[in-house]
């Protein structure tokens, strides 16, 4: 994969549809696929990342091409580099990691994206867990970790961002967390 300094991501209302748009968008720029499925509810998702300019390029042509099939999109320009490992749960925590526990869950995937680039920017947090539609109903989900000021700060504005969209389900701050919660991560 190369160096990655934006994401890209569409959120479509039809698979079959959703495979065409991949199609356009990956002829129309160097972009590295991220993310290309189905999701639940009969949605399909794509998420892209490169260079700004060419992620910008193949978003537009995905969304010239899509038409009335488009839920929800978004370009981040200079996506906080720890959007990636969480995107992809790679992200492995240690217990001396483990601080208070932030949980964000949005309507969609695309806005939990956004979202979590939000909260990464704003505040000192971990983003340990970016789970996008998958066996949760076509919803976001964000799962972040620091001390309980960052991650308060941190799913304060990922929040505003979800809520902004009109995409907000709930925010929830867990200062002091079992550590049974972090068990998948360790």
Known sequence: MSSQKAIGAIELSSIGIGYQIEDEMLKAAAVDLLIARTICSGKYLIVIGGGVSDVEAALQAGLTAASDSIIDHLVIPNVHPS???????????????????????TFS?????????????????????IHVAMALGGKGLCLMTGTVSDVRAGIQVAAEEARGRGLLVSETVIPRPSRELFGDYL
Request: charged share 20%; hydrophobic share 60%; aromatic share 4%.
């Open 109 to 129: 995937g695309v806005s939990v994206i956004a979202a979590a680039d939000a909260a990464a920017k704003a505040a000192r947090v971990t983003l340990f867990r």
């Open 83 to 105: 959007i990636f490992p969480a995107l992809g749960q790679s992200v492995a925590l240690e217990e001396k990691d483990m601080g208070a526990l932030g949980v964000l869950e």
